[in-house]
């Protein structure tokens, strides 16, 4: 098995330093560059599975960069930023970003989402598109050929919009998904900031297959972005 090319755009040289040998170790090929234009023609010369992007490069904005990566490559993009607000996130996944960690974060935590987005860029890699197959959460499973959902073997019942709403989450597991994103595909255009529906469908969704709602275990807030599904793993 080849290793994995990662390509790091991130000015502060301490990331470097510190994610390299971590991720070598990982048995990922490491590539590093300092400002965006050199991130994006290493993009063209290197062909990453995965790209780790700063939003505060010292030659371009970010967002712009991440814009230019996402149009030439199918490549998983995580962002790293000391940006924590809700704003910059909700921005850089709107524009195709599959994840994003705010300064500092643990090796751990890193890898875990770095492996989420490579298997998702996996199951989609060279394939044509084909009939989607159960989705195998813990003890949910949604059958779509049959159109069924259940949990721990027992019959979950769902309206047409909850099982679109839960079907749309479980098969981004381990991966945000914006309120904007979720309204978009769920509802259509012109319900993107009408969060108050979402939220009474996503509380509606955990009272059939939460053990307890009120602490979820399967549909995560993201507070102010959108919702995580949990991840298979």
Known sequence: MRERRVLIIDDEPAIGRALRPALQGH??????AVTGAEGLSRLAREEPDLVLLDLGLPDADGLVVLRQIRAQSAAPIIILSVRGGERDKIAALDEGADDYLTKPFSIGELLARMRVALR?????????????????????TLDPARHVATMRGAPVHLSPTEWNLLELLARNAGKVVTHRTILHRVWGPEYEADTQLLRVYIGQLRGKIEARPERPTYILTEPGIGYRFRDSE
């Open 27 to 32: 048995q990922f090929a490491v590539s590093v």
């Open 120 to 140: 998702h860029a996996n199951e989609h890699d060279g394939a044509p598109p084909a009939p989607p197959g159960p989705v195998v959460v813990a003890e949910l």
